[in-house]
């Protein structure tokens, strides 16, 4: 073999050396697990349930919903609860027959962390239609804000009850109030309904 052929079969047998070193390095970077992002922490999701016969409670939930986003349930009651007689009747079953047929008969909660849940206030008792949701529902691990909403009569130990029935099911009562609606238009009532819910929201999103 000539000088020549030497010196060519050297210098490829070096161009060989060099690239498969770059491929064993690029290998080896390419093996090599990517920079995680930092984590991003999971903003907590809210859940707002009502039972509205006037539309009181609706307008409040709807503006609490506004305020926290996330996600809203009507509670219906499938028995007529209209008109004066349908008040008085839900009075007397509020006291005496508080489950009720509702739709949905369930909620699924599992997405959520925090519910709020409202229902006007018939005597010293919530609603039979939220008193049902509430039998229903299994609240393990979940922070609830519970509120009521009534013309004038409706004490705290009335979400007093409540709050220890809630809990009795494995959930934790957080906060609750209560808006009385005698003499005062919807616009206030959400007014006031705005004005707690944003003054609160941090609290209860935590």
Same mark, same amino acid.
């Given at each position: 073999?000539?000088?020549?052929? =030497? ?9 060989? =050396? ?14 090599? @697990?990517?920079?995680? &992002? &930092? %984590?991003? #922490?999971?903003?907590?999701? /809210? ?11 609706? /307008? ?14 009507? $509670? +219906? ?50 609603? &039979? #239609?939220?008193?049902?949701? !509430? ?14 909403? %009534?013309? /004038? *009569?409706? +004490? ?7 709050? +220890? ?12 109030? $209560?808006?009385?609606?005698?003499? !005062? ?5 959400? /007014?006031?309904?705005? +004005?707690?819910?944003?003054? *609160? @929201? ?5």
């Amino acid at each position: 073999m000539n000088r020549y052929h =030497c010196t060519a079969a050297f210098f490829v047998t070096v161009t060989l =050396c060099i690239i498969l070193a770059a491929s064993v390095g690029v290998l080896q970077v390419s093996g090599q @697990a990517a920079p995680q &992002p &930092p %984590a991003v #922490a999971k903003k907590p999701k /809210a859940l707002v349930v009502y039972y509205s016969r006037t539309g009181n409670t609706k /307008a409040i939930a709807e503006t609490i919903r506004e305020v926290l986003g996330g996600d809203i349930q009507e $509670i +219906k009651d499938m028995k007529d609860r209209s008109g004066f007689f349908g008040f008085i009747g839900g009075m007397i079953d509020s006291r005496k027959h508080p489950i009720t047929e509702i739709s949905p008969m369930q909620v699924n909660i599992k997405d959520y962390d925090l519910l709020v849940i409202g229902s006007p206030g018939w005597g010293v008792k919530l609603t &039979p #239609a939220i008193n049902t949701f !509430i039998t229903n529902t299994d609240f393990t691990g979940k922070k609830v804000v519970l509120f009521g909403v %009534a013309s /004038a *009569r409706m +004490k705290q130990a009335t979400l007093d009850e409540y709050s +220890k029935f809630i809990a009795s099911k494995s959930g934790k009562v957080i906060d609750t109030f $209560i808006i009385k609606t005698l003499f !005062i238009n919807q616009d206030e009532i959400k /007014a006031e309904a705005k +004005k707690i819910s944003s003054e *609160r @929201a941090t609290k209860w999103m935590q």
